[in-house]
């Protein structure tokens, strides 16, 4: 008698930051949502309560108490999403792993459809927004940052795109072996590669609760984004470094004429002085323009030998 296989277990890792109000309904609305579905698959639940200030942590365990397929993972304090990220990460034991936020932004719904496609072969399905409800600056900053990331990073990474996705355990294993402290987990996963595609969705408005990014967090995620997967700022440097160089050798080739047709409207002394300046400047930014290429080098090379 042949065996039955195993069914396909699927991680869903929750990062939380203040969701006290809509813990519990995220909780039954993914729940029976993947239960309806008929998808074949077990399900496991992985809470990261990113030290949160409110009873989120409180709520979390009186589920865990009542569902042996959830687990919480609870923080000293609040390190950050990508963090909360990767800890639920480092935990999945699934074939899969679901990453979705729980303030019901990110819909139960399309869960379901990014494992139906993951079923067919895919390594990461991605829930790509057509459109959300989020305020203008929100809407206006994400554009841009996009467009941004689109023009200096070496990689793909698709616009319209949170971390709602699902990645398979190839990836999941490939991202765990990354060497960062300061993650973006979207540009991690375009790197590793594999067979990718999306799903569309509509994002839906906040159940409750604030967003935990606030501008702050927002510009250093941009950062970390840019400086991560990018060596257009170090090229950037480095032009201004060949440009203040060039302007200061022409000055020197301007002074030395000057002093040859009319050396009565040259000041003796301050012009060398200024110039040199000039000039070993342009050199200094030119030097560390190339310490930073070699650095973010050595970076790219530990982050290909760890992944492979």
């Not at 709602?164 to 999941?172: G, H, N, Y």
């Not at 022409?250 to 040259?266: D, G, H, M």
Request: aromatic share 10%; glycine share 6%; with cysteine.
């Amino acid at each position: 008698m042949t065996p039955t296989p195993a069914r396909p277990l699927v991680s869903f890792v929750l990062p939380s930051y203040n969701e006290a109000g809509s813990v519990d309904l995220f909780y039954r609305t993914l729940v029976d949502t993947v239960e309806e579905a008929d998808l074949d698959v077990d399900m496991e639940l992985i809470y990261v309560n990113d030290g949160s200030r409110d009873d989120t942590l409180q709520k979390l365990l009186a589920i865990a108490a009542e569902d042996d397929r959830v687990q919480v993972i609870d923080f000293s304090r609040n390190f950050g999403h990508q963090i909360a990220v990767t800890a639920g990460l480092d935990h999945a034991r699934g074939d899969a792993a679901v990453i979705m936020d729980t303030d019901l932004q990110d819909p139960p719904r399309v869960a379901v459809e990014l494992i139906r496609t993951w079923r067919e072969g895919y390594n990461v399905v991605y829930a790509q927004r057509r459109t959300r409800k989020d305020t203008f600056f929100k809407k206006v900053t994400a554009d841009v940052f996009y467009r941004v990331l689109q023009l200096v990073a070496e990689i793909e990474i698709p616009r319209n795109t949170g971390d709602f996705r699902l990645i398979d355990r190839k990836v999941i294993d490939a991202i765990r072996r990354f060497p960062e402290r300061n993650r973006f987990l979207r540009g991690m996963v375009s790197y590793v590669g594999f067979r990718q595609t999306s799903v569309q969705f509509d994002r839906d408005e906040r159940h409750a609760g604030e967003t935990g990014y606030p501008l702050r967090k927002m510009l250093k995620f941009a950062a970390d984004g840019i400086l991560g997967f990018s060596t257009f700022p170090l090229k950037l440097i480095q032009l201004v470094g060949w440009i203040v160089s060039a302007i200061s050798a022409l000055l020197v080739v301007y002074v030395l004429i000057s002093r040859l047709v009319a050396p009565e409207n040259t000041v003796p002394g301050w012009t060398f002085t200024v110039i040199a300046i000039l000039f070993v400047g342009g050199v200094q930014i030119i030097m560390l323009s190339v310490l930073g290429a070699t650095s973010g080098a050595s970076t790219t090379r530990c982050r290909t030998v760890r992944s492979t």
